[in-house]
């Protein structure tokens, strides 16, 4: 490492603070009591064009803890509101987290640099600013499990003890995280402008959108249209990522609708184990208004919330606004359908597209319901049986309650195969590169987390080492790939504020 700090550590480019004051609140993060660097994402500080050594630095760490304020950064606690559960929300923003600035990686890609627990905001909302250690880890397994699977997402750049308590049901040890994101704007960002009158800042905003995310709709006849269009398909096909991994994100408020398209917060989230579509892991979702099956929908009125909120900027006058935002809207379910038929041909092994593919599709799933099977190994284990090994049928079978109903089931899907013109060989490594062996489990995950807050970072390590290789076999860690014990079952997660 070195010896003495460089300069400039963080080049920092920061356009979002170019907009006017009442988009965020300008302020430092709060000092720690004695940070120390818990992990640092070192790959992704080459991606950035950061020098890891700098950041593992004291004075590296001391600006990731908030304690100083690098040259070249503006800290601002973002402004937006949201519906949560449904329910507008209007004054919501940072409440603790603080945008350190903008960097342009080594891959051209400016991106968001921020500081999640670092204290309060004006819109902490009478809460105390900070995280905890568990819910912090808990954000960087599964945000780099996603960057992983090539789901796109926030990342984590590095986690933080601050050497102090955070107090929630219990003493918890404190941590702040390092969140990286293409931006941090979302739905909500636009409908605090919305619900205030203030057309100037929506249009500022989409403006603002437009150059960073969607430089194509700015040539478009109708701009603000090009952009709704361009959200929906992004987030149509996010959703559809999501499904094809089992991923149940918990809180698809639209302060967590990510305008770029990424997956962001990571806190009541969880992979199914078992499949159902109506599985919840929340714990505050009592009524299941985001259990898995219900995510596209949802995606879709969070999509009529942005539309709403770009009406004056539609159109010349209120009808025709009306009619480009629901014509955009109505697009939703086709976007969707078709990112979601091209995930699910894919891990099927079906590269040829048929009209009774979908039917085979949604009986697997029929299947998988009603026997009880692990989402994760049916998949896996498919893609393995795609080189007509029976052992491997028989293996996926055993997944199921009522083997011989999937045993009858892989019997038509191998004639459906049999239409393709691809070797029984590229086939099978095909569906094992879009079919991971590897998912941050639940039981895994809390298992680490609670070795980490004793003081324990090896099952951290190992389960970080392991996703990041989540389609190889690596069966010297087949633990990490087994569903869990009856015991071991988590049914419930928190959103760690």
Same mark, same amino acid.
């Given at each position: ?35 120390? #660097? ?16 700098? /950041? ?73 600013? *900070? ?47 390092? *969140? ?23 249009? #500022? ?22 952009? /709704? ?20 994100h918990g809180v698809m408020n639209t302060d967590n609708c990510s ?46 919330? /942005? ?74 284990? /498919? ?73 324990? #970072? ?40």
């Amino acid at each position: 490492m070195h010896d003495a700090p460089l300069r400039p550590p963080i080049g920092f480019d920061n356009s979002y603070q170019r907009l006017p004051e009442r988009f965020y609140a300008r302020l430092d993060p709060t000092p720690v009591a004695t940070p120390r #660097l818990v992990k640092l994402n070192v790959g992704l500080a080459v991606l950035l064009g950061l020098d890891a050594d700098w /950041l593992a630095s004291d004075e590296g760490i001391a600006t990731l803890a908030g304690n100083r304020v690098a040259e070249g950064s503006t800290p601002i606690a973002q402004a937006y509101t949201g519906h949560q559960f449904g329910h507008l929300q209007p004054q919501l923003g940072d409440g603790r987290a603080i945008l350190l600035g903008e960097v342009i990686g080594r891959d051209g890609i400016r991106r968001d640099i921020q500081l999640k627990g670092s204290g309060p905001t004006p819109w902490s909302r009478s809460g105390d600013g *900070r995280a905890a250690l568990g819910p912090v880890l808990r954000e960087y397994i599964v945000s780099e499990a996603f960057a992983a699977l090539d789901i796109p997402t926030t990342r984590s750049l590095a986690a933080i003890a601050t050497g102090e308590w955070v107090f929630r049901e219990r003493a918890l040890p404190g941590a702040i995280l390092t *969140r990286i994101a293409r931006s941090h704007i979302r739905v909500g960002t636009f409908q605090y402008f919305a619900i205030r009158g203030d057309t100037e800042a929506v249009r #500022l905003l989409a403006d603002h959108v437009i150059a960073r995310h969607y430089p194509q709709a700015r040539d478009a006849a109708n701009p603000y249209r090009a952009l /709704l269009d361009a959200v929906i398909v992004a987030q149509a096909r996010l959703v559809a990522r999501w499904m094809g991994v089992g991923f149940i994100h918990g809180v698809m408020n639209t302060d967590n609708c990510s305008i770029p398209g990424e997956t962001i917060d990571f806190g009541p989230c969880a992979f199914m184990d078992t499949y159902s579509p109506t599985c919840v892991y929340s714990s505050i979702d009592a009524h299941g208004r985001y259990a898995y099956g219900r995510q596209p929908r949802i995606a879709n009125w969070n999509l009529a919330r /942005l539309a709403e909120c770009l009406l004056p900027l539609l159109g010349p006058d209120e009808t025709a606004a009306t009619a480009e935002a629901q014509a955009a809207i109505d697009g939703f379910p086709a976007a969707y359908q078709t990112a979601h038929e091209a995930v699910f041909r894919a891990k099927l092994g079906l590269t040829e597209p048929h009209d009774d593919d979908m039917g085979l599709i949604h009986e697997l799933f029929e299947l998988m319901a009603a026997g009880q099977a692990d989402f994760t190994l049916t998949f896996r284990r /498919l893609a393995e049986a795609a080189d007509e090994a029976p052992a491997a049928g028989a293996s996926l079978a055993g997944l199921f309650s009522k083997p011989a109903a999937v045993t009858e089931w892989l019997a038509r899907w191998r004639q459906r195969l049999a239409l393709e013109r691809v070797a029984p060989a590229e086939r099978a490594r095909r569906m094992r590169a879009v079919n991971p062996a590897f998912i941050p489990r639940n039981h895994r995950v809390e298992q680490a987390l609670a070795a980490a807050e004793a003081g324990d #970072l090896a099952p951290f390590e190992r389960l970080l080492a392991v996703l990041a290789r989540p389609y190889d076999d690596q069966p010297e860690h087949a633990d990490l790939m087994a569903p869990p014990a009856p015991h071991e079952v988590v049914h419930a997660t928190f959103c760690g504020t």
